[in-house]
């Protein structure tokens, strides 16, 4: 692969759209702490961002796009001519 080949795959890939919702987590997470502590950090408002960031972290891996194991094309052919319905999804991970 040339330098000019691995610049165009490069310039294909948006960081911003590859990594959109976590860098608006870190927005919306920096903006909380900034108004939750504003006046001075105290354990209810400490506790506060803490469950915020918590709910969040895991609210993105629950939800977050990964690929699903695959079975091999034999097998997929098998079960669509087997009479029961079969519904094929496919999915850009971003």
């Known amino acids: 692969?040339?330098?000019l080949q691995f610049s165009i795959i490069l310039s294909d890939v948006n960081p911003l759209n590859l990594y959109s919702v976590p860098l608006m987590l870190l927005v919306i997470i920096l903006l909380a702490g900034s108004l939750l502590l504003r006046g001075g950090p105290s354990?209810?408002?400490v506790a506060i961002l803490?469950?915020?960031v918590i709910g969040l972290v895991v609210g993105w891996?629950?939800?977050r796009p990964v690929q699903t194991p695959t079975e091999g094309a034999e097998e997929l052919r098998n079960r669509i001519g087997a009479g029961n319905p079969v519904l094929l999804e496919f999915q850009s991970p971003y």
Do not use: P, S
């Open 1 to 3: 692969m040339t330098l």
């Open 43 to 45: 354990r209810g408002r």
């Open 50 to 52: 803490l469950a915020l």
């Open 61 to 63: 891996f629950t939800i």
